[in-house]
């Protein structure tokens, strides 16, 4: 069993990651090293000259609060303020909509190409405050280019994704150690798109954004 702080600073130097978790059934912890992987992430983030403007369209407005909380989240989780709200949705990499017409499978679904978060109005309605505050972080976290982890192809790693991280889906409304490590270095291995090809993406009707400005999602 490893004393949790000495593995943490071991890692930090060589890109690695702790998860802590409970031992079962006892108080004590235990940390397990995990190296980050290609697998982790895809190619792009929604970033653009280092941040993320943001867009609540009116059927997300009663959102709001928690769409906040989280962004503040990850700014400070990433110790710089990465999540800006505009105004005006021309500006944005973002864009948050309310909708019904998501697979009932989903609470919430990002899409990093065309910049939108859907958020599942019949799960979110069904949500505590906590519950509604971790659909959006997590969601957030693919906007980095971090993938789901409960979707990790290591079955053992996966399991303990799905306990211990956000991306995982523990429905944590907390960024730990573990998250913020794994969005900063997602971050660097991801290319943000020129506004070129973003506008590109944006204008394409198979995408969320045009779905959304039509209706169909
Ligand atoms: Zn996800």
């Keep these: 069993m490893f004393k949790f702080k000495h593995v943490f600073v071991l890692v930090l130097a060589t890109l690695m990651f702790v998860i802590g978790f409970a031992a079962v059934g006892g108080q004590s912890s235990s940390a397990q090293t995990i190296k980050f992987t290609s697998a982790m992430h895809t190619s792009k983030n929604l970033t653009y000259n280092g941040t993320i403007k943001y867009y609540v369209k009116a059927d997300a407005k009663r959102y709001s609060p928690e769409i906040t909380y989280a962004t503040k989240k990850w700014n400070r989780a990433l110790g710089k303020n990465v999540f800006k709200r505009t105004t005006q949705i021309s500006h944005s990499r973002l864009v948050f909509t309310g909708t019904n017409k998501l697979g009932s499978n989903y609470a919430g679904v990002a899409e990093i190409n065309s910049g939108v978060i859907a958020l599942n109005t019949s799960w979110m309605s069904r949500y505590n405050q906590q519950k509604r505050r971790a659909v959006v972080i997590h969601e957030l976290g693919h906007t980095f280019g971090t993938k789901d982890l409960y979707a990790y192809p290591n079955a053992s790693l996966r399991s303990l994704f799905k ?20 969005a900063k270095w997602t971050l660097k291995k991801t290319r943000s798109m020129s506004q070129t090809e973003f506008r590109h993406y944006r204008s394409n009707a198979g995408l969320y954004y045009q779905q959304m400005l039509t209706g169909r999602l």
């Design 163 to 182: 306990k211990q991280t956000i991306m995982g889906g523990n429905y944590s409304s907390q960024i730990k150690s573990f998250d913020s490590k794994l």
